[in-house]
């Protein structure tokens, strides 16, 4: 039986930014599904239900042996939300590309400003670190859970915002979760970490074997 791939993008891009990913998988022989939503007019919560739905609804999930899930950014959080509040049958293994799963420093430090809300909308609101109802309510991702994050900045204009290694959007230390399985660091950015040939062939490493290449 095939195995299919559902592929998430980040916020404020569409299913361009995870075409280079798609053709990979697709190349592997796996069925890739991979669609835009609309990453800023809707919270968080609407979107996952809407968008994640409409994906599983559009395929038989009983003529596969597997449905993974990899994610960018605020898919990430998208489906821990969706999986906090339902089951997918032949739920298989699960890669978060730099998620902010404790929020974002830069939604913290920005969110008041206008400029902020305009460019990341409803769900930038949301992604702020301390005191988060949205993040506090999610429940531990019942898969196998692998996170990959860079160490390069994409954004040095946000460089300030961060205490420690991050991509330009998200710390390394924001990305994690208690119930990962593996966790790895690249020498990448935010924004393209995905296109990457080495970081696509380590992320159906993890969806085959659970483990990340180190």
Do not use: C
């Not at 022989?29 to 609804?57: C, F, M, W």
């Amino acid at each position: 039986m095939k195995q299919l791939v559902i592929l998430l993008h980040g916020m404020g891009r569409t299913r361009f930014s995870m075409r280079s990913l798609e053709k990979y998988f697709k190349n592997q022989g796996y069925q890739v599904l991979n669609e835009s939503y609309d990453s800023r007019t809707k919270p968080i919560e609407i979107i996952a239900e809407e968008h994640i739905e409409k994906l599983l609804h559009s395929v038989n999930i009983n003529d596969f042996e597997a449905v993974h899930f990899v994610t960018h950014s605020l898919g990430g959080i998208m489906l821990r939300y969706y999986l906090s509040h339902h089951e997918i049958n032949q739920l298989g293994r699960i890669v978060m590309i730099a998620p902010p799963n404790q929020g974002s420093e830069v939604a913290e430090l920005y969110r008041g400003k206008l400029w902020y809300k305009l460019a990341t909308g409803k769900p930038g609101q949301q992604l702020y670190i301390n005191n988060n109802p949205l993040l506090e309510q999610l429940k531990s991702v019942p898969a196998d859970v692998g996170i990959m994050i860079g160490t390069r900045s994409s954004d040095p204009w946000f460089n300030h915002a961060f205490a420690g290694p991050h991509d330009g959007k998200v710390s390394v230390q924001s990305a994690h979760l208690p119930e990962m399985k593996d966790f790895i660091t690249v020498n990448h950015g935010h924004t393209f970490i995905m296109n990457n040939k080495k970081v696509q062939q380590n992320i159906e490493h993890f969806l085959q074997h659970g483990v990340f290449d180190h």
